[in-house]
């Protein structure tokens, strides 16, 4: 069965630096999505990519999949107290449907 | 903007009982799931929802698990018997279409005493 691991599993920046977060498949990505969750709340859907290569951007977070479509990036650039919280990856099967494996999340702490 | 709303927001009970965990999905969504997260664990996927029936289910989703859709608004999670491996935080979630672009509820803490 697929696996997804990401690292770190925590982060602390100080506010306005750039940080990455990696997701990296145990197989072939079909569907790959980003989301974020504050403590104790439910998922937001941040970014969805599917082909290799593929970069997508909103605001000062920009996604990224590699052209063997194994490894998922998560860059933000200057980032903001807003930005905390758990960031998960998640993985649909080939059919990419909303049945999704997660990864262990990474938790980013933005100190001002 | 519509969301997804779940009740109760956290519901204490005894092991053997049965409890029903509610979602009011967005109104215009087709595709629907119940996911759930242990403390410390990976959020994990209990069964997906479409057309007023299972489309797909994990190991997890064992007899003991049911869901429906009986108006065509509210959609259920039953428990029949709780056990003590089933306190966790689960999250309904739906979708207009069939992808991984899901909206989530803000969950329903279940605590099995």
């Known amino acids: 069965s697929q696996e997804l691991e990401q690292s770190p599993q925590s982060l602390i920046v100080q506010e306005g630096k750039n940080l990455t977060i990696n997701c990296t498949s145990s197989?072939?990505?079909?569907?790959l999505y980003w989301y974020k969750q504050k403590y104790g709340e439910g998922l937001i859907f941040l970014m969805m990519?599917?082909?290799?290569?593929e970069e997508k951007s909103h605001e000062k977070i920009t996604a990224k999949l590699d052209e063997k479509k194994q490894q998922s990036s998560l860059h933000i650039t200057a980032s903001q107290p807003s930005h905390a919280g758990i960031y998960l990856c998640?993985?649909?099967?080939?059919?990419?449907?909303?049945?999704?494996?997660f990864g262990q999340g990474t938790t980013l702490q933005v100190k001002p | 903007e519509p969301e997804v709303t779940q009740t109760p927001s956290h519901q204490v009970t005894q092991m053997g009982q049965e409890v029903i965990l509610r979602c009011v999905p967005i109104s215009n969504h087709l595709y629907f799931y119940w996911y759930r997260q242990i403390l410390g664990q990976k959020v994990e996927f209990l069964v997906s929802f479409y057309n007023n029936e299972i489309s797909e289910k994990s190991e997890i989703f064992d007899d003991q698990f049911s869901v429906e859709r009986p108006d065509g608004s509210n959609f259920t999670l039953k428990i029949r018997s709780t056990k003590l491996e089933d306190s966790a935080m689960y999250f309904c979630a739906g979708s207009g279409v069939r992808t991984g672009e899901l909206f989530f509820g803000e969950g329903s803490r279940l605590t099995v005493l």
């Open positions: 990519l599917q082909k290799g290569g």
């Open positions: 197989k072939t990505l079909y569907g």
């Open positions: 998640g993985a649909s099967g080939s059919s990419n449907t909303g049945k999704l494996i």
